[in-house]
């Protein structure tokens, strides 16, 4: 087992949903760790996600975006784990801006890599996404099914993903890659799926379903995303290593639609079905069993408690998103949905 209880972790877009949520639990772990954030600060990044870490000496953050080398650069030097969260992360909008997902998602893992590489860092984690393996209609993917993203966003996760293995390949770096599926919880921006639906019909607003929602998905707690990332972290020998990072809760938009509207007590004439989104796949599902086995891990969330209790925390934290779906995002809602 790896003794990471003092490392200096690098987290790029801690301050977004995921990242955020990993350096909490990276420093109540690991009390004597370090961890500095450098996030961009895009529409998704958000101070509040660390706000309960202000005057921790254990923790800084660097306003700065990864493909700036001149910042990238004395941050990695500094580091010994690099966990690389930062990237362009909403489908819909790769949809309309496909270049800021190739240069954050593919670019911006270069330069760290590259940094990586100058800087002899001991582990690399690139965090990709289940999507890469494209639209899974059969079995679940395991980490040899080939990669077939067929968006933007998707594309531009597996050329980072690839990029970030071909450093070890190549170079022998100490990189390893993540695939989960998708997260939910506390936090995440409502530009996605649960809590665009949750704060909706708190506000009884129309809950937009694309096309019929019978679209599959795995879900997962970005708790246990988090834990499953530090059982990696923490276990030797995985250097090269793709790892799937599962939850074993396939469900459809309606089933989940329909778990909001009923931990709410919300009517479901709240349903929109809207037009479908471009390329939209219709299955995600991956095989996670080489983590499991690998890494001991499981996790801990079971999805109905979990989907009840994320609810509850967007019905408690009212001030956290209103601030959020303000301005800006106001502006693309009504262009998205013209709702
Ligand atoms: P998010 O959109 O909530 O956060 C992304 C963060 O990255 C933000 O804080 C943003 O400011 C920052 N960022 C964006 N561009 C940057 C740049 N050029 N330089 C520095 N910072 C930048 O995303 P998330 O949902 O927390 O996802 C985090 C990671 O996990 C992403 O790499 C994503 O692809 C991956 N992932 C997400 C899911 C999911 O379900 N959300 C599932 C699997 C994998
Ligand atoms: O699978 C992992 C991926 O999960 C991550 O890599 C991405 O960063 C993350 O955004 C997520 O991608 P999805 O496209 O699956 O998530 P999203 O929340 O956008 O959509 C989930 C499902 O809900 C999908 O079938 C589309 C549908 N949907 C979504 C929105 C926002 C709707 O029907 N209506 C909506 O308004």
């Not at 660097?62 to 966990?83: A, F, K, Q, T, W």
């Not at 809760?249 to 479908?276: C, M, Q």
Request: charged residues 25%.
């Amino acid at each position: 087992m790896a003794d990471v209880s003092r490392a200096r972790f690098l987290v790029t877009g801690g301050a977004g949903f995921i990242g955020s949520h990993f350096v909490h639990d990276t420093l109540r772990r690991y009390p004597e760790a370090r961890v500095t954030v450098l996030d961009k600060l895009t529409y998704a990044g958000n101070l509040d996600n660390l706000a309960e870490l202000k005057g921790d000496s254990r923790f800084a953050f660097v306003r700065g975006d990864i493909c700036d080398r001149e910042i990238v650069r004395p941050l990695v030097g500094e580091s010994d784990i690099v966990v690389n969260f930062a990237a362009e992360t909403h489908v819909d909008r790769a949809i309309g801006d496909p270049g800021s997902f190739v240069q954050t998602d593919v670019y911006g893992a270069y330069i760290l890599l590259e940094a990586a590489r100058e800087a002899k860092t001991s582990r690399f984690l690139q965090i990709s996404t289940d999507e890469v393996y494209g639209e899974i209609l059969g079995d679940a993917a395991n980490e040899e099914a080939p990669l077939l993203p067929r968006n933007p966003y998707s594309a531009s996760k597996a050329g980072g993903d690839r990029l970030a293995y071909s450093y070890h390949a190549t170079y022998g770096m100490p990189v390893i890659v993540t695939r989960c599926s998708n997260n939910y919880g506390p936090r995440q921006h409502p530009e996605k799926l649960v809590p665009l639906f949750v704060t909706n019909a708190l506000d009884d607003a129309p809950l937009p379903v694309y096309g019929t929602g019978t679209n599959l998905r795995d879900w997962i707690h970005v708790r246990d995303h988090v834990s499953a990332l530090h059982a990696i972290i923490e276990t030797d020998g995985l250097d090269g290593h793709a790892f799937n990072i599962a939850g074993r809760n396939e469900k459809s938009v309606l089933e989940i639609t329909g778990g909001i509207l009923d931990a709410l007590g919300k009517p479901r004439d709240l349903v929109r079905h809207v037009k479908d989104r471009p390329g939209h796949d219709r299955r995600y599902a991956i095989d996670d069993s080489k983590l499991r086995r690998m890494t001991g891990w499981k996790p801990a969330h079971p999805f109905e408690s979990g989907l009840r209790e994320t609810v509850l925390w967007y019905r408690e934290n009212r001030d956290w998103w209103e601030k959020v779906k303000s301005g800006v995002f106001q502006d693309y809602y009504r262009k998205h949905y013209g709702l």
